[in-house]
T-cell receptor, first 113, second 110 residues
């Protein structure tokens, strides 16, 4: 049982490039989330999903897109990367709604230069 | 005002000390509260949920004061391994999401 896995662990992008951050969970959780964490700051919700085929915006969705075609996978797409998107990105999942324990992946450290 | 506010610290304490962190929240409709622990450059992990009646898990005690809108975390007999950042988290159905505080850093010294 691997829990929540994320790839890649690290990535450097040039301004204007695009990439997809991968997230997979093997706990059969319906709820999945993407957060970003800037240095010295709390986590901010980017997008979340309550089940396959359903996604919704969080606090800071601009510049990102998501899809949820299966229960297990919840990829985050960055289009036209900007320096302001330099951050650590965490994917999380929970068995029920957001008010319950969330299990986090190890994170992806992204730098946009 | 931030929805969930914490003193970032750092709190530097000797081994064996008792240390307490407070966290305030601005949304009176917040229903669920948690403390998460985050080690340096790692993902957050749930430390404990916070119940209205207060709850204890070994050396850790969490309390909720709805009238004053704050929650607290008390750590007794601090260990070196308690060194980490502690994230205060609140959530409510009217916002539909969890709000994370910026975290309080604890450094336990030998």
């Amino acid at each position: 049982n691997a829990g929540v896995t994320q790839t890649p662990k690290f990535r450097i992008l040039k301004i204007g490039q695009s990439m997809t951050l991968q997230c997979t969970q093997d706990m059969n959780h319906n709820y999945m989330y993407w957060y970003r964490q800037d240095p010295g700051m709390g986590l901010k919700l980017i997008y979340y999903s309550v089940g396959a085929g359903i996604t919704d915006k969080g606090e800071v969705p601009n510049g990102y897109n998501v899809s949820r075609s299966t229960t297990e996978d919840f990829p985050l797409r960055l289009e036209l990367a900007a320096p302001s998107q330099t951050s650590v990105y965490f994917c999380a999942s929970s068995s029920r709604d957001y008010l319950n324990e969330q299990f986090f992946g190890p994170g992806t450290r992204l730098t946009v230069l | 005002r931030k929805e969930v506010e914490q003193d970032p610290g750092p709190f530097n304490v000797p081994e064996g000390a008792t240390v307490a962190f407070n966290c305030t929240y601005s949304n009176s409709a917040s229903q669920s509260f948690f403390w998460y622990r985050q080690d340096c450059r790692k993902e957050p992990k749930l430390l404990m949920s916070v119940y209205s009646s207060g709850n204890e898990d070994g050396r850790f005690t969490a309390q909720l004061n709805r009238a004053s809108q704050y929650i607290s975390l008390l750590i007794r007999d601090s260990k070196l391994s308690d060194s980490a950042t502690y994230l205060c988290v609140g959530g409510s159905s009217n916002t539909g999401k969890l709000i994370f505080g910026q975290g309080t850093t604890l450094q336990v010294k030998p």
